[in-house]
């Protein structure tokens, strides 16, 4: 008598387990990733920027978080674009990268790279974006991938539609069995900044602000003056040239929005905008003329390391967030929403309890470094960034001065602040396997002129 009576209530558990492991599958959550290409984090209309018209991501802040401190981690190269896209794809930090980032998926094991790791979970991968300065291996593990070959200002202008328009295809020709994880990294807002006439038109050069930052040029030789994107402006910078540089730039962020607008239509079309979580990132910020600069090859808050970070979708909370956090993180975060496992070597930290209100943050401090010629740390207020070929040091009080226009770091009030910031960034190098000595034995003049075959000017670039 006892058997039937625990076999009976056993069968309907296992009759109830099945249907319900197949609906659990079928309501995973779709993954939109927005990833612009050299994107400050201040260029979004929601996030303070009044001259900018972003009327779409303006939708998306609206409905979910946005993180006010996100940074990629830091760049052993130029582009700093290459390492930011492969430590997002890989969940590794900028030391730890693989070392062929330009080799086919063929030659090595691409299973510990996120399109796979998701792909494995049960999620259908598509990527559209640019092709190079990305790491390709990890490209072409998606089930689909479309680079684009985008480079000269004619196919530029077309860029961020014709992209988008692969993106709305995928999504109205898919078959829902699976959910789907689409990359999206079209090369826009990066130069040449050329967008169709009708968003120029928005922009009156004149009627654009400075950066209470600018400069006509850098006090010193930061150890990166005269690379490509810092040739976009001719020396001295001028007001009149950095206003129009800005009036492109946000040209190319309001088409690109327009289109991201147009993505979004598509989704709600296909029934899938409930079941989405959307993610808007850029994979390295600019410095618009801020310190006299206009590249990303930098470490100030207005410069190369510092990119937006929006978040939106099913379960996640209207609001800000103040966290410290890196671009990898989104590695594990996905994974974290996809129910997927996680591979050996992840240093990323997922945000879900961040996001869920369960935890204030993941780290206390964040460090930033580019070659061997800039390191950088803050906390919550403070910021040291240390040019050790120079042996220059600055030091900022983020609450007062997060222009970061006032150095504190000869200030003997601050003395202490400054060791303990700079222990905690030797800390960090340590923990993060960065060998580069934060002082040199026989360091370089800090004087810098420009080179003679500065550029002319960018009148005409369009
Ligand atoms: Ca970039």
Redesign the pocket.
Known sequence: MLFPRLLTPLLLLIAAAVPATRAADARKINILHLHA??YRADAVHALGNEILQTPNLDTLAGRGMAFTRCYTMGSMMGA??LP?RTMLLTGRSWLRLPDRLNAPAKTMDTSPFLPRVLGAAGYSTLHVGKRGNDFRAALESFDTNIAMDDDGPALRRGSSERQANSVIKFLSERTKEKPFYIYFSPPVP?DPRVAPPEFHSLYDPAKIPLSPAFLPQHPWDNGEMAIRDERLAPWPRTPEDTKQQLADYYACITGLDHHIGRIFAALKASGEMENTIIVFTG??GLSMGEHGLFG?QNLYEFGGMHVPLLIAGPGIPKGRSDALVYLMDLFPTFADFAGAKLPEGVEGKSLRPVIEGKIPKVRDVLYTGYRHCMRSIRDDRWKLIRYPLVDKTQFFDLAADPRELTNLADKPAHAAKLAELTALLEKEMLAYGDKHPLKVEKPMPAEWTPPADRPKGSKGRR
Do not use: Q
């Open positions: 290409d050299d700093v674009c930011s990066h994979d390295n990303k």
